[in-house]
């Protein structure tokens, strides 16, 4: 059942394009969508400007939680998923990562490690610590949890 469930999830974030990043820092909490890519397994990945809220907030306090959905419309079932992990800063590029990460913006793939990471950005990565899946059509309103451990 657990390997069903973490295929149901990782159609999502194959499907998702946008993710809301919640993140806390001595202001408060605060939520910003970012474009996302998956790594074949459960680690979630973005790029940011290292000097935005979400990233200053990362760098002081790791834990992070989410939501990805690929319902959008009044008419469709909800399928989504909610999770809870650590963040963190990496360090250079990861060209398979941004590969990925402009066949889903629709651009052309990058040839070589640095070429789309601009002066004063980095790409982020989320650890699920655990994944709550929402997918109405199969399970109705019960959500199914995956325990991914951190």
């Known amino acids: 059942m657990a390997e069903d469930i973490k295929n149901l999830v990782v159609s ?4 998702g394009y ?12 605060w939520a910003s969508d970012v ?3 998956h790594d074949g397994a459960l680690g979630i990945y973005w790029l940011s400007e290292t ?8 760098a002081r306090n ?5 939501t990805i959905t690929t319902s959008n419309n009044k008419d469709e079932k909800n399928v989504g998923i909610q999770f809870e992990g650590n963040a963190e800063k990496i ?10 990460h402009r066949a889903k913006r629709g651009k052309q793939a990058p040839s070589r490690i640095g070429e789309i990471l601009d002066e004063g950005e980095s790409w982020y990565r989320i650890t699920p610590a655990k994944i709550e899946l929402i997918y ?3 399970f109705g309103f019960d959500k199914r949890v995956l ?3 951190n």
């Not at 000097?51 to 990362?58: E, G, L, P, Q, W």
Request: proline share 2%; glycine share 8%.
């Open 35 to 37: 474009i996302f890519v």
């Open 147 to 149: 325990e991914v451990g």
């Open 51 to 58: 000097d935005t809220r979400h990233s200053k907030a990362i």
């Open 136 to 138: 109405e059509s199969l």
């Open 91 to 100: 360090e250079g590029d990861i060209l398979e990562i941004a590969v990925k």
């Open 18 to 29: 946008l993710m809301t990043l919640a993140t806390s820092d001595e202001n408060g909490v």
């Open 62 to 66: 790791p834990r992070v939680a989410g």
């Open 12 to 15: 999502i974030l194959e499907k």
